[in-house]
């Protein structure tokens, strides 16, 4: 595997991230357009509603379990990052260190990442600063 660094360290997976989305908001609007074309017909109208809701449903799961899965690993790895720095400078992380912050340490060598954490906190730096710091 190859060394993460400031240009390739986000990944996007074309059909999560890109696909997706079309082929739900294709679906919302094919739905929607569903339901006022059977608004006349009594008969399908029950169905049309329900698919009509299936969109947004598979919205909200879409957005959720990507947030849920995103807070596991900010959890991973904050206690990964404090548990580093408490071996390299025999203290935990900073509570000033936002998540973005963090994650920014996350590739600093070793050797800078306890000064690096330290003049992240005190001057309450950018992440994309303190990426390109190192």
């Not at 996007?12 to 890109?18: E, K, Q, V």
């Not at 919205?59 to 596991?72: D, T």
């Amino acid at each position: 595997m190859p060394d993460q660094n400031f240009k390739n360290h986000g990944r996007y997976i074309p059909l999560y991230h890109f696909i997706l989305p079309v082929a739900l908001l294709a679906l919302i609007v094919g739905s929607v357009i569903n339901l006022f074309d059977c608004l006349h017909k009594s008969d399908a109208l029950y169905s049309a509603s329900l698919i009509c809701l299936i969109g947004p449903i598979l919205v909200l799961i879409w957005f959720y379990a990507r947030g849920f899965a995103l807070k596991a690993q900010d959890r991973a790895i904050r206690a990964e990052e404090n548990l580093r720095h408490f071996a390299i400078a025999g203290s935990l992380l900073d509570q000033r260190l936002t998540m973005n912050q963090i994650i920014a340490l996350r590739f600093a060598p070793n050797e800078e990442f306890a000064a690096l954490a330290h003049r992240a906190a005190e001057e309450n730096m950018k992440p994309a600063e303190i990426k390109k710091s190192y």
